[in-house]
DNA sequence: GTGGTCCAATGGTCCAACCAATTCCTGCAT
DNA sequence: ATGCAGGAATTGGTTGGACCATTGGACCAC
């Protein structure tokens, strides 16, 4: 016998439901990313529902990242939301070290070349005219200020995985890019970080412009090469350091 | 001016708090997934904060997957957990239909290239035996019972997670596995579902033992496309027989 | 305009009680 | 002794009400 034929009953689940009246809330009033929802107080008077299990709910919906609270001004729509989501929270044990940033960019790589690959296949001229233009702020923002420029290279990769078509990608490299925002400054005392990966950034839009997927994810895994170098070379600079 | 050289200051952060202390009780006491932790209410009283708090902080952590709450019994603890660890909550919109197993097919092609190539570079000739090892019971397991098993076709992939040396690759196409197993049986009614990969998995293991990146990442990329294919072939069936 | 003050709205925290599921122990019948 | 019904204690789930901290706008003096 199938197992799942058979599911669990539910006697309780105050939270639940009121998850679920609140995705029904939302697409009802067709709220979109960024607007704010009723207040706690309100929805624990509509749903008659006390308000610390409203906020028992809400906690969950925060935990996943699709809603935002702010103290005093209310809670806010961070991602759009729909009656059959399927939630899959991971939990890497990682810290700071070297190992960690390694690990973790050996997944951007993976998932980098794959985006760019699928960008290629299946960008529009619209598209392309977009990457293009976050390649061209990017570039500038380098000879400006001689140097990577952690927020507009973000940007064009952003685009690209946004192309792809494919939300995941940038579900997940967003959240790894949050863990290595702090080092992306100047991580490991090396300086010219980044440097290396520029010229890559073009050979990837050129790629993905002459609708070459194969290309495009070639490119993209030198690029990442390039990162991991400047990451290896900081990691010899500090051992070194650390000798003396 | 750098932006970042004024990050919003953090006045309260007591549910925050509260993990971090959870955290630190876990590992003062060696606490092992399934072990229960205190109660609620003693948490409450020896943290000097509201039992509320204590569950906001909870509801959080259940939310991650990291810990169980049985009314009744108790808080059990679910997952190990340390000081740094990266929480990425994963949303799929949309939840058993094709588009949704499309995306994370293609999430998976992106992981299983880079892991096979990874593993190509670094697996040692135990590595390499322990693979093919794996290979033989899937492929006598395939001749035995006339098509793909899913167990021993998911015991040679993890094998290669594994010889990746990246503990990640493994933890999020686990992930991602668990949440389609039901699927991966008979998925959209194509009985032969996976045939087509078979061959791929010897491919895949001669380009490891031969040291071979490149030429492993590009097996890895045709065995997957096959299974998107077959997913393509299921969802045109049954778009032909909704048609009827 | 600029800056300051006040105030209402809103999320954050706290408390005390009760409900519901679970666990465990007691005591009775066998 | 054994087994089992039944109740008490434990524990998470829910409720209602209160107060605090932050926000953002209205209003005002300069």
């Given at each position: 016998m199938d197992q799942n034929s058979l599911p669990p009953i539910q006697t309780t689940a105050r939270d639940d439901a009121v998850l679920k009246a609140l995705v029904g809330f939302v697409r009802a009033e067709a709220l979109q990313p960024g607007e704010r929802l009723p207040t706690e107080r309100i929805l624990a008077e509509r749903l008659k529902v006390s308000r610390n299990t409203v906020r028992e709910a809400l906690t969950r919906w925060e935990g996943l990242g699709l809603v935002e609270r702010r103290?005093?001004?209310?809670?806010?729509?961070?991602?759009?939301?729909?009656?059959d989501m399927l939630h899959m929270p991971l939990t890497l044990a990682g810290g700071n070290d070297f190992t960690s940033l390694m690990?973790?960019?050996?997944?951007?790589?993976?998932?980098?070349?794959?985006?760019?690959?699928?960008?290629?296949?299946r960008a529009s001229q619209a598209d392309i005219a977009e990457i293009a233009r976050k390649l061209d702020i990017m570039e500038q923002a380098f000879r400006t200020r001689e140097g990577m420029s952690s927020e507009e290279d973000w940007e064009f990769h952003q685009a690209i995985?946004?192309?792809?078509?494919?939300?995941l990608f940038e579900q997940i490299i967003?959240?790894?890019?949050?863990?290595?925002?702090?080092?992306?400054?100047?991580?490991?005392?090396?300086?010219?970080?980044?440097?290396?990966?520029?010229?890559?950034?073009?050979t990837i839009y050129e790629r993905i412009a002459a609708r070459d997927p194969q290309g495009a994810r070639a490119e993209a895994l030198k690029l990442i090469s390039t990162v991991e170098d400047d990451l290896k070379r900081g990691a010899a600079k500090l051992k070194l350091s650390s000798q003396t």
């Open positions: 103290q005093g001004s209310g809670t806010y729509l961070k991602a759009a939301v729909s009656p690990q973790t960019l050996e997944i951007r790589r993976a998932l980098e070349a794959e985006a760019a690959a699928l960008c290629a296949e995985y946004r192309v792809s078509g494919n939300p967003a959240a790894m890019h949050e863990l290595f925002h702090r080092f992306w400054e100047h991580p490991l005392g090396v300086r010219d970080f980044g440097h290396a990966s520029f010229p890559y950034h073009r």
